[in-house]
């Protein structure tokens, strides 16, 4: 129970009346009248302690007139425990009856039972009106001691000043409560502030406990939420990161369960009046401090949702007042940390505390196609997030043979006769594929052996006359002609084209161009065999870096849709190239199985196995990887 409303209940309590009944008074001291806050009572008590020590006086009483001849006692100065009311107590509370009556201060004398002096009093009671809103019929009764009525006209007139500046601030007090309850919102306002700057959970749960432990002038402010059973601290003042391992970590949530267990705020060191248990905060007051704490539950939906703790050095325990601003800064800011935990929670999370909340008309009696519909669609769900299928990488292909022989035309000349069509089988350097014309070649050869002869004529006729020089001249013009004889004779072994590789004639349909002129390196003839083939596949590069070496996978070409082919990946080309306007990367692969329908150049779509992945994951890669390229993540 908070002091607050300890106060509450004290000032709805009856005072204690005299003389009829013969109760005592009952007051409280408070440290004098400009530190008065609280209840009208220990307002009062206050205000007599302060008017005794300026009259002098030597005791003093607050009393209220009520119908018929009761008085109420409110407060007595010095309080004392008495079972009995003091005796000047009973004539003090007629005098100040009459004193409400005339509405002025009023004095008389009076002796203590037993005391048989004959001579003047020297003890006087002195009753003075309060003027005060709060405390309708009340008057103060002092009782001072005096030799001489001059003596008791100046107490009196002292006590009347001293009562008159007193209750002036009763306003002051009122002020005082009002300018008190405007820090109290200013302070929760100013923290709902700090909280209302930041979108995430984390950062505004720092917010709060930094500002706390600003506003409230506090060494660390933390703050815990409940788990399951349990609370876990999720932020620290001044802490970026924590672990939950650390011990002052695990002696704040014991301190926080102990709060969260009782309901109620927790102050160490608490009241005498105390009901609540805080042996958690006192173990960890005595560990880490000693500390000053108080544990402050944060209540959402009618549940307490987590738990407040602030700590700071024990020569500053916390007040009153300051546990109320507290209380009603958490007010304020619980709405926005538990929609911002809320939010911050991951899909799954979300989706099952919506489904929670749907269970209840789940399993209900009505509505029994949604409810199918519901759960089939949960089914479909979950097959798509923890079945897997397999993961392929789709590309197009074309056919070529491992080996390929490239037959060119050897030197310039015309078509003479071609001997072999395309799908013909050849052996190599048997088959002739084709010839071309030598006649012009022959005659050039026969030109050449004549220019030889006549050279090696003249060198003999240059060597019988002793003619050195013109006998070297006829000799080198003799060894020209003779590197012309033999290219010529070379270029004409040419003529007959052949085919070092065995195999099938895939290109080179000449037969309709016999004549024709060709050109030295011109392609005439292609040469592969059909009985190794592979495959090149064009690879999209959003896929390539899963294509590994090794990897097995199956095609099927446009001829022959049904029939799968199974291959394995042997290479794959580091660069890219462009393909029918895409950017690919090419894989050569290796055909396990070979048919004999199969032929170079044959296109179709080839799937490569790559791994095992959820199906959900393989349906929405390419929709996730769109997104992400446009919102650049």
Not at 385 to 404: D, H, M
């Amino acid at each position: 129970m908070t002091q607050a409303k300890v106060n509450r209940m004290e000032s709805q309590q009856n005072p204690h009346s005299i003389p009829t009944a013969g109760q005592t008074a009952h007051g409280k001291a408070l440290p004098g009248p400009g530190h008065a806050e609280g209840s009208p009572n220990a307002f009062l008590s206050s205000l007599l302690g302060a008017a005794c020590r300026l009259g002098p006086a030597e005791a003093a009483a607050a009393l209220r007139h009520q119908a018929g001849s009761r008085v109420d006692v409110l407060a007595v100065h010095p309080v004392l425990d008495l079972s009995v009311p003091p005796a000047w107590l009973t004539p003090a509370a007629a005098l100040a009856r009459d004193s409400l009556q005339a509405n002025r201060s009023t004095t008389g004398p009076w002796s203590a039972p037993g005391d048989g002096s004959k001579g003047p009093a020297q003890q006087y009671l002195v009753a003075i009106p309060l003027s005060l809103t709060e405390l309708p019929a009340t008057a103060v009764a002092f009782l001072i001691q005096a030799r001489g009525e001059a003596a008791v006209q100046d107490i009196r007139e002292r006590l009347e000043l001293g009562v008159s500046l007193l209750v002036l601030s009763g306003p002051r007090q009122a002020a005082q409560k009002r300018e008190q309850d405007l820090r109290r919102l200013h302070q929760a306002m100013e923290t709902l502030a700090a909280l209302n700057r930041h979108r995430r959970f984390g950062s505004t749960a720092m917010a709060l406990c930094n500002e706390a432990a600003a506003q409230w002038r506090c060494d660390r402010a933390s703050l815990g939420v409940l788990k399951g059973r349990y609370v876990q601290v999720r932020a620290l003042s001044h802490a970026e990161s924590f672990s939950r391992k650390m011990q002052v970590v695990q002696d704040l949530e014991a301190a926080m369960e102990e709060c969260l267990d009782q309901d109620c705020e927790i102050v160490h060191p608490a009241a005498q009046e105390a009901t609540y248990i805080s042996r958690q905060s006192a173990e960890m007051s005595k560990k880490h401090g000693p500390l000053a704490m108080v544990s402050l539950p944060i209540r959402y939906g009618g549940k307490v949702w987590g738990v407040l703790t602030l700590e700071r050095p024990l020569d500053r325990p916390f007040a009153v007042d300051e546990v109320e601003a507290m209380r009603l800064a958490l007010e304020l800011c619980t709405a926005r940390l538990v929609a911002l935990q809320e939010q911050d929670r991951w899909f799954g999370a979300k989706l099952a505390g919506r489904l929670r909340g749907a269970l209840a008309a789940l399993v209900g009696p009505r509505h029994t196609w949604a409810k199918i519909t519901v759960l089939a669609a949960f089914a479909a769900l979950l097959f798509l997030i923890f079945a897997k299928g397999n993961y392929r990488a789709e590309a197009s292909f074309v056919l070529e043979g491992t080996q390929r022989q490239i037959v060119p035309a050897p030197f310039d000349g015309y078509l003479k006769t071609v001997h072999v069509e395309v799908s013909d089988s050849i052996q190599a350097l048997a088959t002739p594929l084709a010839e071309l014309d030598t006649a012009e070649l022959r005659l050039q050869l026969a030109e050449a052996k004549a220019d030889e002869a006549g050279y090696l004529k003249q060198m003999d006729a240059a060597m019988r006359d002793g003619e050195t020089a013109a006998a070297q001249i006829a000799e080198a013009n003799a060894e020209k002609a003779q590197a012309q004889i033999d290219l010529l004779e070379y270029m004409i072994g040419q003529a007959r084209l052949l085919s070092p590789l065995s195999g099938t004639v895939v290109e080179g349909d000449l037969k309709r161009q016999i004549g024709a002129p060709v050109k030295t390196g011109d392609i005439l003839f292609e040469v592969t065999p059909l009985e190794s083939l592979r495959a090149v596949l064009h690879v999209r590069e959003d896929q390539v870096t899963d294509v590994r070496v090794g990897q097995k996978g199956r095609l099927a070409t446009a001829s022959y849709p049904a029939q799968r082919i199974a291959f394995e990946v042997e290479r794959i080309n580091p660069i890219a190239e462009v393909v029918k306007q895409k950017n690919v990367f090419k894989v050569r692969v290796r055909l396990l199985e070979l048919y004999p329908w199969l032929r170079p150049g044959m296109e179709g779509v080839a799937k490569i196995d790559l791994a095992k992945r959820p199906y959900a994951w393989i349906w929405t890669r390419k929709i996730i990887n769109w997104i992400r390229m446009q919102l650049w993540w």
